[in-house]
Structure formats: structure tokens, C-alpha cells
């Protein structure tokens, strides 16, 4: 079956740099697009971006300085990396499959010093 | 960027009631090559958001018909006819016609 898991840091301290990696399995990351939303206290969901089956990015404009997403499709991975993080980029982040028709449990990362 | 409205904010109702949830855009959702990309979805306490509805009225596969979509341009609609315990959380709307996608605030459902 399809399942999607998340994997990161936990805690991140400010000015620093946010890994996450998205394992799925139960499908092909070239025949889907993969997406990254994250869940904040502050501005609710928000879609931070995706990576087409093709392997191309789309990235939401309040991230793309600072985000990149990238993948593995020989370990079924899919990548996240933000830089420069704020105490504002505290939340759960979520990898999410096509039109959210999949989601990962999330990850809760806490931007403190 | 687009801004869905979503309405109520809070839903009280009994077991059994019918409830509706209003999700309007700032800009139409129609994209050019004819669909609508809007999509409900449910996040109940402690998880992730699962989706109900795509393409404004679509069920999503293993969803109860007691959800339904409607809606065109810029109104939209879930319905819930007979709202059961595990239907409890919070509802949101997101569009992917325009970059970057958006949801709604949420409309979190509670037992009266």
C-alpha cells in the first residue's frame, strides 16, 4: 500500500539550515508529482512546493529564496531543504502525494536557540 | 496570490444533522484547460489532512457519500448530509489553479 513517512530534525536552531527527507513506498516517485506543505501556529497550512514525476520544481514565492526540494528515485526519496530559518518556521511539515490524495504523519520542527 | 474564505469558522451540530461549510475565492478557480481545481479535505485531532473531495465535487476513493461538493468560479460547497462522530475536525479548502497554492483558514466541526 501507499505510505508516505517524514524524517528530520526535530529541533533546528535560527539562521540554520532544515532537512527533511520523505520516504514513500508503494509507488513510483516518476509516476507522481510530490508535494511539501507545512502546518504553522501562525499562517495555518501553507504549500511550500513540488517535484513533478519528471523531476522539475515549483516553488511557492515566499520560500524560494531559501528553499530547495529534490529527490532520490533509486531509495524513493524525496528532499527538502529550507535555509536561513526563523522561530516563524516552527511547525509540522508534511510530504504529500499528487493532489493530496497521500500524506506522511509529518514532522514537528522547532526553530529555537 | 488567491485567498479562500472559508465559512463558518466554527460548526456546532448534533449526530445525524446536516451541515454545510462555504469556501469562496478571491479570483475563479477555472483554470484554462477547463477544470477547477479545488479539493476538500478533513484533519481530524492529531493527524494529517485526508483528502474528501477534488475537482470540486469528485469523491475521493473510500470517502462515505454523505460528502458531497458543488460549486463553480468562486463558491464552493461541502456538504455533510448526517454528520457522524468521525466526521469531528477541521475542514479545509485548497485550490491549485493558481501558483502558489492556497487553503482556507479552516472550519473545525464540533459536537453541540
Known amino acids: 500500500q501507499v505510505q508516505l513517512k517524514e524524517t528530520g530534525p526535530g529541533l533546528v536552531q535560527p539562521t540554520q539550515t532544515l532537512s527533511i527527507t520523505c520516504t514513500v513506498s508503494g509507488f513510483s516517485l516518476t509516476s507522481y508529482y510530490m508535494q511539501w506543505v507545512r502546518q504553522t501556529p501562525g499562517k495555518g497550512l501553507e504549500w511550500m512546493g513540488f517535484?513533478?514525476?519528471?523531476?522539475?520544481?515549483e516553488y511557492n514565492s515566499e520560500f524560494k529564496s531559501r528553499l530547495s526540494i529534490s529527490r532520490d528515485t533509486s531509495k524513493n526519496q524525496v528532499f527538502l531543504k529550507m535555509n536561513s530559518l526563523k522561530t516563524e518556521d516552527t511547525g509540522v511539515y508534511y510530504c504529500a502525494r499528487g493532489n493530496y490524495g497521500h500524506w506522511g504523519q509529518g514532522v514537528m520542527v522547532t526553530v529555537s536557540s | 496570490d488567491v485567498v479562500l474564505t472559508q465559512t463558518p469558522p466554527t460548526l456546532s451540530a448534533t449526530i445525524g444533522q446536516s451541515v454545510s461549510i462555504s469556501c469562496r475565492s478571491s479570483q475563479s478557480l477555472l483554470h484554462s484547460n477547463g477544470n477547477t481545481y479545488l479539493n476538500w479535505l478533513l484533519q481530524r485531532p492529531g493527524q494529517p489532512p485526508q483528502l474528501l473531495i477534488y475537482?470540486?465535487?469528485r469523491l475521493e476513493s473510500g470517502v462515505p457519500n454523505r460528502f458531497s461538493g458543488s460549486g463553480s468560479g468562486t463558491d464552493f460547497t461541502l456538504k455533510i448530509s448526517g454528520v457522524e462522530a468521525e466526521d469531528l475536525g477541521v475542514y479545509y479548502c485548497v485550490q491549485s489553479t493558481h501558483a502558489p497554492y492556497t487553503f482556507g483558514a479552516g472550519t473545525k466541526l464540533e459536537l453541540k
Open positions: 475537482l470540486v465535487s
Open positions: 517535484i513533478r514525476s519528471g523531476g522539475s520544481t
